[in-house]
């Protein structure tokens, strides 16, 4: 029987219930083992042993804000960082015996942060000039934190394979992904897994099989890093592989650590014949998983499960936010039945370490790398005449987003054919962050960066008049609608469909209405180029980022659009060099409104 694929509140919902009732049953004991018993029929073995779960880090270590040059802080009073997460699981070690814990990661390790960016491009892991370059602050932090494995994020391929595999070489634990395949073998490019043993004295040791799988949407939105070079295929078909494989080495347990959602949902579309958050499909459809880290989607599920569908076993899954935000621990007992462990009961929790102190060692170790990232981002690169901020970005066009345009659309010109050249040139881009804000005064990287946080790179596609409003209107569906004469709510508006801000692009070069009045897919209104009417043949270069000209979020068109142009700079970067080219930032040089929400016609705003 399939699972019908579920929203974020559903999952929330069951979440919620789920975690009250692990808390109702009290902790899991630590599982002492018993004197040995002449009957273990009567009285088998016991044991227990637990497996801590960490995801979507991306290099947060200290409970920092770079793009605030300040600690973090949200409404939640989370703290961030890897270094806090440490005390938690020293705790738990500490707890239960330093040979009952396991600690895995789901993956997003190494991009994410102002830290991430700087030993990727500034003082690169992989060296300069010949010269050897440093260890990366997130493999010094887990090799610390001994973790047992780890499973490839799609952020992980960001950087190019390069940093990757220097990365790889830096960990004293392995990176899995089953899914990850050269494309000329199709053979595992990296361990697919690892197994595991937890020493029972008298006993014998429990076998823990722990299997990696990875993004299949890396082969779209890294596409320029890892065309030609390894394919990825679905979560579900490896595991089909390689689950009965670990159960055939012996493995008491098999658990999965899945850089993948679990609501069945892709982002893309069927721009790929693979599900992106498939994890739970793989516990409905593969037979002989106990539990299943899950990552990717950036929430919390302290613990859900699964029925499979072919042996009617619970399969256990949790999935501890982003960041450092949460630690998800998975707790299992097992009993000895002829010579063979079998799971008696599991459970799983979320811990919050927001309260805990960070580890000094970590501290320790990696102060000094902090200390110089800091120092990069708090770099001058010219000033600003006014103050530029995002928070109306989201309905609003706002000279903030129109400086991302700016520079997207002139080193685009810059790079074109001359019969490019002629062409009609627009940008689209999306509010990364509401609380970017580039002051009046003094610039700096940090403020550049906190308004472009991803490490896009930019492509130039061609798309027609026609295929430029089917692309707009798919935007559109990010607001909710809203008839007219009711008042607009901007708490309300925006992230229907779970199209969330960095999915939302606005567009620049043409000027256009979003009726939210009306039903999604008939909501662009009088769009022209020009002052004229865009034609439904017309041809435009469109600036854009490489996540999106690669398929990211589904757009449509897009990733079959002609290229015109592409880069390897990040557009961050370009954005540094225009400020540090100019000297000044003056939204006089790039201001305008080029697009506005109306309800029926009459402007909402």
Known sequence: MSVPPMN??????KSAVTGAAVAAAGAVGTGTAEAADPSPEKAPRTWSFSIL???????HVFDWDYYKDAAYSDKAGNSVGVARVATLIKQQREAKGEHRVLLVDAGDII?????????AR???ITGTDGKRGPQHPMAVAMNHMRYDAAALGNHEFNYGIDVLRRFESQCRFPLLGANALDAKTLRPAFRPYTVKRICVPGAPDIKVG?????????????????SGKMVFPGLVEQAKKYVPRLRALGCDVVFLTDHSGLDGSSSYGDALPYTENASNLVAEQVPGIDAILVGHTHVEVPSYTVKNAETGEEVLLSEPYCWGYRLSVFDFDLELHHGQWKVTSKKAQTLNPKDVAEDPEITRLLTADHDLVVKYVN?????CTEDLSAAESCWKDVPIMDFIHKVQMDTVKAGLSTADAALPLISVAAPFSRTADIPKGSVTIKDIAGLYIYDN???GKKLTGAQLKAYLEYAAKYYHQVPAGTKVDTATLTNANNFW?????????????????RAEGSRIKNLTYDGAPVADDQVFVVAVNNYRANGGSGYPHIASAPNAYSSTNEIRQLMIDYVTAKKTLDPADFAAVDWKLTQAGTPVF
Request: aromatic share 14%.
């Open 8 to 13: 974020r509140r559903q999952f929330m919902q």
């Open 457 to 459: 790179t930019l492509y």
């Open 210 to 226: 722990i299997l990696g799988l990875t993004n299949p949407g890396i082969a779209l939105w890294d596409k320029d890093n890892v």
């Open 122 to 124: 500034v003082d690169p």
């Open 111 to 119: 991009q994410g942060t102002s830290l991430a960016y700087y030993f």
């Open 379 to 383: 770099t001058a690169v010219g000033t």
């Open 53 to 59: 779960g960490t995801t979507d880090l991306h290099s």
């Open 501 to 517: 801000d960095y999915m939302y692009d606005t567009a620049a070069g043409v000027s256009y209405e979003i009726d939210i009045a």
